[in-house]
T-cell receptor, first 112, second 115 residues
C-alpha cells in the first residue's frame, strides 16, 4: 500500500518567516495530494490540495508543489502568522480511491 | 450546515465497559469514515461506509470494535469491552454529495480515555 513520509515532525518559525513541510510517497499511481491543518482540539481541515496534472498550486499565503518524478510534494507557508500554529498533515491517494494515506504530521509553532 | 457532529466530545470509562461513539455526517454526503488518532500511530482509517453500506472495515483493530450506519444521517462506533490501549481521539468524517471534490470533512472528535 501507499506509504507517506513527512518531515520535519516539528517546525518553529519566527512570525513573518516562511515554513516548508516536505512529504514523499511510495505509490507512483497516486494522483491526489491534499494538505490538512489540525488546530488544537479540532478535527483536521483541508487547506489546499493538488492533483498530478499540475506542478504547483497557490492560495494566498499557501502553496503546494508536486514533483511526480521524485514522488515528493511540499507545503509552503509564507509570511507566517500566529494563527498558522497547528499540526499539518499531508496525504496521498490513488485515482478514484476513497482511502487517504496520511503522513505523521508536522507541528508548526509560529513565534511572535 | 453545522458540519459533522460527533458525541460525546469526551468520554472517560473503565476497562471492560462498553463505549458508543456517535456521528451525524453532513447532509447529502454519501461517504462516512471513522478514524482513530494516537501519538504513536497517527491517523488510522478504521472503517469506510458508502451509501450506508460498510465497504472497508480492514482497519478495525479487532472484534471488540464494531460500527453501524442505520441511515444516511447517523453512525455509531462501539467498543465492547474497552481496554486502556483504546484510549485515543476518534474522528468521524464525511464526503461526497453533488459537489464532491474528494475533500474529507472531519468532526471535532471524541476523546476516549479508558482507565
Amino acid at each position: 500500500g501507499e506509504n507517506v513520509e513527512q518531515h520535519p515532525s516539528t517546525l518553529s518559525v519566527q512570525e513573518g518567516d516562511s515554513a516548508v513541510i516536505k512529504c514523499t510517497y511510495s505509490d507512483s499511481a497516486s494522483n491526489y495530494f491534499p494538505w490538512y491543518k489540525q488546530e488544537l482540539g479540532k478535527g483536521p481541515q483541508l487547506i489546499i490540495d493538488i492533483r498530478s496534472n499540475v506542478g504547483e498550486k497557490k492560495d494566498q499565503r499557501i502553496a503546494v508543489t508536486l514533483n511526480k518524478t521524485a514522488k515528493h510534494f511540499s507545503l509552503h507557508i509564507t509570511e507566517t502568522q500566529p494563527e498558522d500554529s497547528a499540526v499539518y498533515f499531508c496525504a496521498a491517494s490513488r485515482p478514484n480511491d476513497y482511502k487517504l494515506s496520511f503522513g505523521a504530521g508536522t507541528t508548526v509553532t509560529v513565534r511572535a | 450546515d453545522a458540519g459533522v457532529i460527533q458525541s460525546p466530545r469526551h468520554e472517560v470509562t473503565e476497562m471492560g465497559q462498553e463505549v458508543t461513539l456517535r456521528c451525524k455526517p453532513i447532509s447529502g454526503h454519501n461517504s462516512l469514515f471513522w478514524y482513530r488518532q494516537t501519538m504513536m500511530r497517527g491517523l488510522e482509517l478504521l472503517i469506510y461506509f458508502n451509501n450506508n453500506v460498510p465497504i472497508d472495515d480492514s482497519g478495525m483493530p479487532e472484534d471488540r470494535f464494531s460500527a453501524k450506519m442505520p441511515n444516511a444521517s447517523f453512525s455509531t462506533l462501539k467498543i465492547q469491552p474497552s481496554e486502556p490501549r483504546d484510549s485515543a481521539v476518534y474522528f468521524c468524517a464525511s464526503s461526497g454529495g453533488s459537489a464532491n471534490t474528494g475533500e474529507l470533512f472531519f468532526g471535532e472528535g471524541s476523546r476516549l480515555t479508558v482507565l
